[in-house]
């Protein structure tokens, strides 16, 4: 079992930058698969970013891809997702998701054991 629990989330104008953090605990953090995910409202929630253990291949959904950028600090157990060039449409609440189940790909939502409870990220025109 991993806890997860994101923060940085907040409103931010187009165009601007936002570091998004997840905390996990409760297992070899360098070892497992993390990723991000988005949910906006209305829709239906959908994989942002993500890689299997740390130094492996980093997945990234083709709407963030050369704006986002996920990383790992092994030491402190963070995961981050550093968001530049925002718009509007990423505005969404924004989940942390870790430890996959064996053969499940990276970028699959149901693939994930553990989840946080998301943090709001609100985009300005």
């Known amino acids: 079992q991993v806890q997860l629990v994101e923060s940085g989330g907040g409103l931010v104008q187009a165009g601007g930058s936002l570091r998004l953090s997840c905390a996990a605990s409760?297992?070899?953090?360098?070892?497992?698969?993390m990723a991000w995910f988005r949910q906006a409202p209305g829709k239906e929630r959908e994989f942002v970013a993500g890689?299997?253990?740390?130094?492996?291949?980093?997945y990234y959904a083709d709407s963030v891809k050369g704006r986002f950028t996920i990383s790992r600090d092994n030491a402190k157990n963070l995961v981050y997702l550093q968001m530049n060039s925002v718009k509007p449409e990423d505005t969404a609440v924004y989940y942390c998701?870790?430890?996959?189940?064996?053969?499940?790909?990276?970028?699959?939502?149901?693939?994930?054991?553990?989840w946080g409870q998301g943090t709001q990220v609100t985009v300005s025109s």
């Open positions: 890689n299997r253990w740390s130094g492996g291949t980093t």
């Open positions: 409760g297992r070899t953090f360098s070892t497992i698969a």
């Open positions: 998701a870790a430890d996959l189940y064996s053969g499940i790909g990276v970028t699959q939502i149901g693939g994930y054991r553990n």
